[in-house]
Nanobody, 129 residues
Framework: QVQLVESGGGLVQAGGSLRLSCAAS????????MAWFRQGPGKEREFVAS????????????IYGDSAKGRFTILKDNAKNTVYLQMNSLKPEDTAIYYC??????????????????WGQGTQVTVSS
């Protein structure tokens, strides 16, 4: 059974940085796609970033949601079956529960929640002004 465990959330002041981690067990995602989504208070779930290959011969590619572009970086360590989200220049509007998602399949829709069949429990990120 696949398990995704997020860590690294917490309270940070605006302008600060956090690094989220998501460790996968019970499956391998070295060839698949992993992503981060978030859900702020009173908001719908929002795509943050994904990393993976569209096809077996494709280069590893990343996709970022508009709110993440230029501030967040997604990284993947296949040896550790772990994906990271480095978040810089955090804003109060980044406050949310951040969820890790994964699939072992190749996908051209890394930004869609429908792509993923495994989800973590989430980690809270709170940015104070």
């Amino acid at each position: 059974q696949v398990q995704l465990v997020e860590s690294g959330g917490g309270l940070v002041q605006a302008g600060g940085s956090l690094r989220l981690s998501c460790a996968a067990s019970g499956g391998t995602f070295s060839t698949g796609t992993m992503a981060w989504f978030r859900q702020g208070p009173g908001k719908e779930r929002e795509f943050v970033a994904s990393i993976g290959r569209q096809l077996p011969w494709s280069l590893l590619s990343t996709i970022y949601g508009d709110s993440a572009k230029g501030r967040f970086t997604i990284l993947k360590d296949n040896a550790k079956n772990t994906v990271y989200l480095q978040m810089n220049s955090l804003k109060p509007e980044d406050t949310a529960i951040y969820y890790c998602a994964a699939t072992s399949r190749y996908s051209s829709r890394g930004d869609s929640s429908l792509t993923y069949d495994a989800w973590g429990q989430g980690t809270q990120v709170t940015v104070s002004s």
